[in-house]
DNA sequence: ATTATTGTTGGTAG
DNA sequence: TCTACCAACAATAA
């Protein structure tokens, strides 16, 4: 599922679902995804409590419960449904909530297959969430933080930086090659060698692909199965200059591009 | 049977 | 302290 698109799509159900409506019931047996507190804290000190706001950074979410906030991550196949109060649990639902507004009870359940996500009970703002760098969609860019902050490694290439999320939150596998395409940036170009103007070109093709995403994902369910321009499709033309896609290994993920028409820059060895 | 997958994290080595 | 690298987490699909 998860990245900024499909997290800032989770949220806006979720904001639907929870926001106003208190907790009746919050269960959990999996002390692997409900963190730090055991799944009966858990269930316990959400019980009553009234959800406020539910906010996104990156691929973070952070709902308002009162004295609490809980913070979600998807991890890799993460999702949130809202079945029938009575139906039989789905397969994989990790944790299941009640909630009532006014006469009218929901049930929002977790399901994640892999259990690589996380529900987070805390207080305070959590360090994973406080740490992140600024949100392409909704954060504005300042283009020379951006510079600085790619910097800070002289050899790192921009493809990995971009999944470095206190460089940019939010920014997946996939979003950095839509991206990096669009922009025309090879993905294996030192992160310290980008000039200014492929900044900008690379801060407006994640805003590209990141609405794309999103209004795929709002036009609802069954879209194409793959969507994407460049990702999945090795061996494909380019659609600009009809090179065919390339894939290569860059920091142990899966990297598609078109060696036609995204361009090199590399640091001068000194 | 084998390989790949939208993401972190914790260990180790430098 | 910092960066870099990699295995691990777990299930499914091709």
């Not at 969507?227 to 033309?237: A, C, L, M, N, S």
């Not at 995204?262 to 001068?268: D, E, H, I």
């Amino acid at each position: 599922m998860p990245e900024l698109p499909e997290v800032e799509h989770t949220r806006r159900r979720l904001e639907r679902w929870l926001r106003g409506a208190r907790i009746e019931h919050a269960k959990s047996r999996d002390a692997r995804i409900v963190r730090p507190v055991s799944t009966r804290a858990f269930a316990r000190q959400l019980t009553g409590a009234k959800i406020g706001r539910v906010e996104r950074r990156g691929k973070w979410i952070r709902i308002d419960a009162g004295t609490h906030r809980l913070f979600v991550h998807l991890g890799m196949t993460g999702w949130f449904e809202s079945p029938p109060l009575d139906a039989e649990p789905l397969p994989f639902e990790r944790v299941t909530f009640v909630l009532a507004r006014g006469r009218k009870r929901v049930r929002v359940s977790y399901v994640d297959p892999r259990r690589w996500g996380r529900l987070v009970l805390a207080r305070e703002d959590l360090e994973a969430w406080t740490a992140l760098g600024p949100d392409p969609l909704s954060d504005g860019i300042d283009l020379d933080v951006l510079q600085r902050r790619l910097a800070r490694s002289n050899k790192r290439s921009i493809k990995e930086a971009l999944l470095d999320q206190s460089v940019l939150a939010g920014v997946g596998n996939i979003q950095a090659i839509e991206a990096l395409w669009k922009a025309g940036i090879d993905p294996r170009s030192h992160a310290s060698a980008l000039e200014a103007r492929d900044l900008l070109a690379l801060v407006r093709a994640l805003h590209w692909t990141i609405e794309r995403t999103l209004a795929d994902l709002a036009k609802g369910d069954e879209g194409a199965d793959n969507p994407f321009r460049v990702y999945g499709r090795k061996g494909e033309p380019c659609p600009r200059c009809a090179t065919p896609f390339t894939r290569i290994e860059l920091g142990g993920r899966t990297t598609t591009f078109c060696p036609g028409c995204q361009v090199r820059r590399v640091r001068a060895q000194t």
